[in-house]
């Protein structure tokens, strides 16, 4: 018998002794209001506009994303994630929930509260979900809108001239999170004066953990107390990201950047694969070449005749790290690749399949892309996994601080040069050359 772990978890101000008295104050204000309008589920901020839902199984789904009256996304959301164990014990080893298929994140969203989750001039929508007796229940502030100043956006001091230049960063960010189980989950969309899109999620919450025997050092774990142990694990998610780059004739590239002989032993080139079929459309990331992903149109060109484009850029990649045989192997394969494209089909919807809790493996991704489509000048659907691995840190106990993982889009030729050129630079300083 393993005896009961003698510290208590407890993280509440009552709990964890005296708190810190010098922290002061920040307060961030907008005298004139935010710069965004919403209207009904329709955002407009700058040049960008959007609409967003909330879906009981996704969460937070964004619709109709474009720039300038130019459309970019068609729809994005978090379409699954598996959080498989590595734990041997009888009560880890078959652990590998869907916390997307299986629970919902919609159904888990949290109410909001400005000053706590969410920080300054804020926006906020309700969301309306079934309940489990077919009722109506009322999820208040389930999703919050607000700016952000994000630092220097561009910069240069002229050394020939002695002019300098600055303009200040902003984004828009529309978020929510989710509470599935001992785990919480934001979801930071953010929309940027440049043209890029960047998803963050943000972890954080309570670590499963298992008493250990005085004296153990536990396998496939981590001692994060005295007598407790945190098995490692992982949380894999896979956003699905509907495109429609000024249009839905779209291709998909793999860009790597790869040495080039020459005589000054310098040079190195863009490596251009074309993903033109759905069975080499199926790859993983590599950080050490460089790769991006490069979304194109090839009927719109940009003044350079180069086709419109958008990259997807990779956080540093994960991948699912259970073995062939594992059966969450067989029903999350989705995860052993970082990228997956299909056509666009409307019932093709989770990657692991409609209903993960009754597969018996092969669902969804692996089961459509097995047709082998043609993927060049079509509406394309990216399928994007990405994630931790969490091997836990003493630091993580009793509540864990925010672990951070996600990706960005960046355009790449879909503008003709900087398209943040025109923000004007802040009141009375940060241009040398102000009239």
Same mark, same amino acid.
């Given at each position: 018998?393993?005896?009961?772990p ?5 993280y509440?101000p ?5 708190l ?12 004139e209001g935010?710069s965004?309008?919403l209207?009904?589920?329709e955002v ?7 609409r967003f839902?909330?879906?009981p ?10 720039y300038?009256g ?6 994005? %959301? ?10 041997t014990?009888a ?9 997307v298929g ?5 159904r ?5 509260t400005?000053g ?7 926006r906020y929508?309700?969301?309306v979900?079934?309940d489990?007796?077919?009722g109506?229940?009322v999820?208040a ?7 952000e ?12 001239t002695?002019?300098t230049?600055?303009r200040r960063?902003?984004r828009?960010?529309?978020s929510s999170?989710?509470?599935v189980?001992?785990?919480d989950?934001g979801f930071?969309?953010?929309?940027y ?11 954080t ?9 005085p004296g153990?050092?536990?396998d496939?774990?981590?001692l994060?107390a005295?007598?407790?142990a945190?098995p ?7 956003a699905?990201?509907?495109?429609d ?5 779209? %291709? ?9 002989s020459s005589?000054?032993?310098?040079a190195?080139?863009a490596?251009?694969t ?16 460089g ?6 149109n090839?009927g719109?060109?940009?003044r350079l005749?180069q086709?419109?484009?958008y990259r997807?850029?990779?956080a540093p ?6 073995g ?7 029903r ?6 970082s990228?997956?494209?299909t056509?666009?089909?409307?019932d ?23 047709a082998?489509r ?6 394309v659907?990216?399928w994007?996994t990405?994630?931790v691995?969490h091997?836990a840190?003493?630091?993580d106990w009793p ?6 993982t996600g990706?960005s889009l ?5 503008f003709?040069r900087?398209?943040?050129?025109d923000v004007?630079?802040?009141?009375d300083?940060c241009s040398s050359?102000n009239p």
């Amino acid at each position: 018998m393993v005896p009961i772990p003698p510290e208590p978890g407890n993280y509440d101000p009552a709990s964890v002794g005296p708190l810190r008295t010098d922290l002061k104050p920040v307060a961030i204000t907008q005298p004139e209001g935010p710069s965004f309008q919403l209207d009904g589920n329709e955002v407009v901020w700058q040049r960008w506009r959007l609409r967003f839902s909330v879906h009981p199984v996704e969460g937070l789904v964004l619709h109709t994303i474009s720039y300038d009256g130019r459309s970019i996304l068609h729809r994005a %959301s978090i379409a699954e994630m598996v959080v498989p164990y590595a734990g041997t014990t009888a009560g880890h080893w078959w652990k590998n929930a869907f916390d997307v298929g299986e629970w919902g994140l919609g159904r888990m969203m949290q109410p909001l509260t400005n000053g706590c989750d969410c920080l300054g001039e804020i926006r906020y929508a309700d969301a309306v979900m079934a309940d489990e007796t077919g009722g109506a229940n009322v999820i208040a502030n389930a999703v919050c809108m607000h700016e952000e100043d994000y630092g220097i956006g561009w910069k240069h001091a002229d050394g020939w001239t002695g002019s300098t230049e600055t303009r200040r960063s902003r984004r828009f960010v529309i978020s929510s999170i989710s509470t599935v189980g001992n785990y919480d989950y934001g979801f930071y969309w953010y929309f940027y004066l440049d043209g890029t899109i960047q998803l963050e999620v943000k972890l954080t919450g309570i670590l499963q953990t298992a008493a250990v025997a005085p004296g153990e050092d536990p396998d496939h774990a981590v001692l994060i107390a005295p007598q407790l142990a945190a098995p490692h694990h992982q949380h894999l998610f896979c956003a699905r990201l509907d495109m429609d780059l000024d249009g839905t004739a779209n %291709s998909v590239l793999e860009v790597d950047a790869v040495s080039e002989s020459s005589a000054q032993s310098n040079a190195f080139e863009a490596k251009v694969t074309v993903l033109d079929r759905e069975s080499n459309a199926q790859r993983m990331a590599d950080p050490l070449a460089g790769r991006v992903w490069k979304i194109i149109n090839p009927g719109a060109v940009n003044r350079l005749g180069q086709p419109v484009a958008y990259r997807l850029l990779p956080a540093p990649p994960v991948r699912l790290l259970a073995g062939p045989d594992a059966r969450v192997t067989d029903r999350a394969r989705f995860a052993t690749r970082s990228l997956w494209v299909t056509p666009y089909r409307a019932d093709e919807r989770r990657p692991a399949g409609e209903y993960p809790n009754q597969s018996g493996g092969g669902d969804g991704l692996p089961a459509w892309t097995a047709a082998d489509r043609a993927l060049e000048n079509t509406d394309v659907v990216l399928w994007h996994t990405f994630g931790v691995t969490h091997i836990a840190r003493p630091e993580d106990w009793p509540v864990m601080p925010v672990e951070y993982t996600g990706f960005s889009l960046k355009p790449d030729g879909f503008f003709d040069r900087n398209p943040a050129l025109d923000v004007p630079p802040s009141p009375d300083h940060c241009s040398s050359t102000n009239p």
